[in-house]
Nanobody
């Protein structure tokens, strides 16, 4: 599967953005998906994960209650709705995928096989 992330940009603190990650090749509904981010000078970190049909999700504590991950298997797309953004959310955001059985989610970057190219989110006034 190939992944293409989009939707990043510059937003003021407290604002919102929605990231999208479109997949091609492969059967999208066979894959568990995740979002990760990497700030300048820091290691890549987990943001959110979603199971094959979207019934299970999980979030990093730093984004819980502000970010929502969802997917539309008919459109081969996963989304990350980001609300109440903070300057510390500034990073390159990556989507990732791996084949999985129904109901599984994965929180570690090493668990994922396929990665998108990243989209930059900058939160600044």
């Amino acid at each position: 599967v190939q992944l293409q992330a989009s939707g990043g940009g510059l937003v003021q603190p407290g604002g919102s953005l929605r990231l999208s990650c479109a997949a091609s090749r492969g059967t999208f509904s066979n894959y568990a998906l995740g979002w990760f981010r990497q700030a300048l000078g820091k290691e890549r970190e987990f943001v959110a994960a979603i199971s094959r049909v979207g019934k299970r999700t999980d979030y990093a504590n730093s984004v819980k209650g502000r970010f929502t991950v969802s997917r539309d298997n008919a459109k081969n797309t996963v989304y990350l709705q980001m609300n109440r953004l903070k300057p510390e959310d500034t990073a390159v955001y990556y989507c990732a995928a791996r084949f999985a059985n129904t109901g599984y989610i994965f929180l570690r970057s090493d668990d994922y096989i396929y990665w998108g190219q990243g989209t930059l989110v900058t939160v600044s006034s």
